[in-house]
């Protein structure tokens, strides 16, 4: 008998994303300017070299995990309790994976605004923060996935 396959839900998996994506753009660029406020720096002509930002860098693996985490929570909350397995979750994180690297490229390298950059300066000037927040990306809906069947475990 072969093990059933992944059961992506196109539709729902791609609102999550956006719902997401938006979430971690407005909370990444708050966090940024938040440090600049509180740190009293200018804005620098590099972004890259804006100490607030600099900062903020260290935190935004940890806080993609978190907002990509509560974006399984949206995409699994329809299925029934349980439903997630773990092929199902590596299948949402790779689709999500597959549509944050094109999106980032186009969004911080190609469309010109005061945040963007080379892509020299994002895929190595940002080292290993992006990378870091891409494994985050993937890795999510597995952690979402123990948590949520951790808890189911504690509740018994």
């Known amino acids: 008998m072969q093990p059933a396959s992944p059961t992506l839900n196109p539709k729902r998996a791609s ?23 509180l740190e009293h720096t200018s804005p620098t002509a590099e972004p890259l070299q804006n100490p607030a930002y600099v900062l903020s860098e260290r935190f935004l693996p940890l806080m993609n995990l978190m ?48 945040i963007s950059l080379s892509p020299r300066d994002f895929y190595v000037g940002q080292f290993p923060w992006i990378y870091l927040i891409y494994l985050a990306v993937l890795v999510s809906p597995l952690c979402y996935m123990s948590l949520e069947k951790l808890g189911r475990k504690l509740r018994r």
């Open 15 to 37: 609102v999550a994303f956006l719902l997401a994506y938006i979430a971690i753009t407005i909370l990444g660029t708050a966090l940024s300017l938040g440090l600049q406020s």
């Open 67 to 114: 907002v990509w985490m509560a974006a399984s929570w949206l995409y699994s909350r329809k299925a029934p309790p349980g439903h997630l397995l773990a092929r199902d979750a590596i299948a949402l994180g790779v689709f999500w994976l597959a549509i944050a690297l094109p999106l980032d490229f186009v969004a911080f390298v190609l469309i010109k605004t005061p």
